[in-house]
């Protein structure tokens, strides 16, 4: 999308945007507003009237210990946030039968059941990866229903579509598309679309099919990094975005922060920020370049803690659209970022259990945090090398213990499919732990 048309939509849309109240209001849940009152002084932005363009992914809901030792989802922490969220005009709830070990719904319908139905939109997935058959995608669908105690699911995805084979063989030719047509028919799927972790031919398949499905939204991960320096397999998030304008579908957005790494940026770029926004987070900057496109219906947000809700509700309550000039500052940003050897692990833990016990979200999380920090190891010419060379060493062995590191790894890729953001996983562990074997032989020069 060309910047000028991007500031001038933009620009109209923050103008003449629907509201809904971020001032808390009593919720049907007993814990309703139990956080007390987030700071803010506007009101939620809704792009399309109905939806706050903050929304909550479900993935990481918060952690607990269960009673014998194990970790189970923590009910009364997601009751709290769902509560608070609520109060604060948050209402689309994105989850998946197969989040957190298939728990996800579970907790997440608890939750929200405690409130007025009218009050939350039902965003989840047909996530038939291991069984495509027709029963069990229509078993699938009907348990999804049967947790909510609903009789609509307001936003129904097919979920993670990574190419056009895929889609045929767990979709189109297993005749789940008439029941799943003839369900929105009916009202109980109200809005049908798909989520997209592909190459561009697979999303462009799937697109193509609109005139025959009517997709009437479409999630794509899109952050002001992917915006035009996508990476691996990914597509660059301008050509989305403008495919999905041309046909007037609403879009959805997950990762706005690129599994976190916009929240945290290199003290060069955190200074530039900080020096025009200063009492705002990093991460408020991602968070508003999404919710500054018209096309946006929601913006997913997985904030497993309070201090992550309340501060997107200060991003998104009384929001401020970027300007020109802070537009062009992010693409430079992203740019110089893209130069960066980050992995750009999310983090989501499909890789995982690594059959070799290689800690892999660990080993990438450890890396590409040592560039966004400045402690990663540049040359041996660098000031204070020997000092940062001996604490780099000793934090990875500290981050990773070392039977769990990169160098375990033989490259037998049972890993790779299960990345959503298609990252060479093998050879960024052998990257890796190359260039920590030459800081450990003191060889990096070389």
Known sequence: MDRRLF???????????????????????????????????????????????????????????????????????????????????????????????????????????????????????????????????????????????????????????????DFKARFGDTGIMDFLLKEREEGRIRKLGFSVHSMQEGFDYVLSLHELYHWDFVQIQMNYLDWTHASGRNINADYLYSELEKRDIPVVIMEPLRGGGLSSLTKHHTEQLKAIEPDRSIASWAF??????????????????????????????????????????????????????????????????????????????FYDNSVIDGTFISSTEQKQYAKMRRRYLAGYDKAVETVRQADHCISCAKCVSSCPQHIAIPKQLKRIDDYIEKIRQDTLDQ
């Open 288 to 365: 508003r370049f999404c919710g500054s496109f018209p096309k946006v219906l929601t913006a997913l947000s997985g904030m497993t803690y309070r201090e992550h809700l309340e501060d997107n509700l200060r991003t998104f309550c009384d929001f401020k659209a970027l300007s020109e000039d802070e537009f062009r500052l992010l693409e430079t940003i992203a740019d110089e970022q893209s130069r960066f050897p980050l992995v750009g692990c999310t983090g989501c833990q499909y890789c995982m259990p690594c059959p070799y016990g290689i800690n892999i979200p660990g080993v990438f999380r």
């Open 7 to 165: 500031l001038k939509t933009s620009a109209a849309t923050a103008a003449a945007a629907g509201l809904a109240a971020c001032a808390p209001k009593q919720g049907k849940g007993d814990d309703a507003a139990k956080g007390g009152e987030v700071p803010v002084s506007g009101e939620m932005l809704q792009n399309y009237p109905g939806v706050g363009v903050l929304g909550y992914g479900c993935m990481r809901w918060p952690m607990t210990s269960g009673p014998d030792g194990e970790e189970i989802i923590d009910q009364e922490a997601v009751n709290s946030l769902v509560d608070e969220a609520i109060a604060h005009g948050v209402n689309y709830f994105d989850t998946s039968p197969v989040y957190l070990k298939g728990e996800s719904e579970r907790a997440t319908a608890i939750a929200l059941n405690r409130h007025p139905r009218e009050s939350w939109l039902l965003a989840t997935k047909l996530s038939n990866f291991a069984n495509a058959t027709y029963e069990n995608s229509v078993k699938m669908y009907r348990r999804s229903l049967e947790i909510f105690n609903t009789d609509h699911i307001d936003y129904y995805l097919l979920h993670s579509i990574k190419s056009s084979d």
